[in-house]
């Protein structure tokens, strides 16, 4: 279990708010708040309080389960999803993590194939309307998560 390290904002639109509320409530705000709090920094040694907080949250996010099962092999709980070279992001660009399924999702679409407990990763680098296509996935294919975070 990853050690816990709580952070609840002190100003701004979510004073009073814990990473998990604002996760809640603004996952995408959440991400570019961290990405931001790692730019033009080669390496960090001490990373402040809301910087492990943040990593706290993404190591819950990895550990929640997937409730919808793949397109494809119909077995397997989804983990990918892709993320298109062109066109909308999409709730039927998902598979599990089997080889087969993966490659018949990737000749069905050009893209690149991306775990879905990782879209924080990436949404702060997106348009926000791209970037809500790809937190609502997340929330269609973890229908427990708030859950992990009450």
Do not use: W
């Amino acid at each position: 279990m990853a050690q816990e390290h709580p952070y609840v904002f002190q100003s701004g639109n979510y004073e009073g708010l814990s990473v998990e509320q604002v996760f809640l409530l603004d996952p995408i705000y959440l991400a570019r708040l961290y990405q931001n709090s790692f730019k033009n920094k080669s390496s960090i040694k001490n990373p402040n309080q809301l910087q492990l907080a943040i990593e706290s949250l993404l190591e819950k996010i990895h550990g929640i389960d997937t409730t919808k099962d793949c397109l494809y092999c119909k077995q397997a709980k989804v983990v990918n999803f892709l993320l298109p070279d062109f066109g909308p992001v999409t709730n039927g660009l998902l598979c599990c993590d089997n080889p087969i399924c993966r490659e018949e999702l990737k000749s069905a679409r050009s893209g690149e194939l991306h775990a879905i407990s990782d879209f924080m990763l990436m949404v702060s680098y997106m348009p926000r309307p791209q970037a809500q296509k790809i937190v609502g996935i997340f929330k269609a294919t973890h229908k427990n998560y708030q859950e992990a975070f009450a």
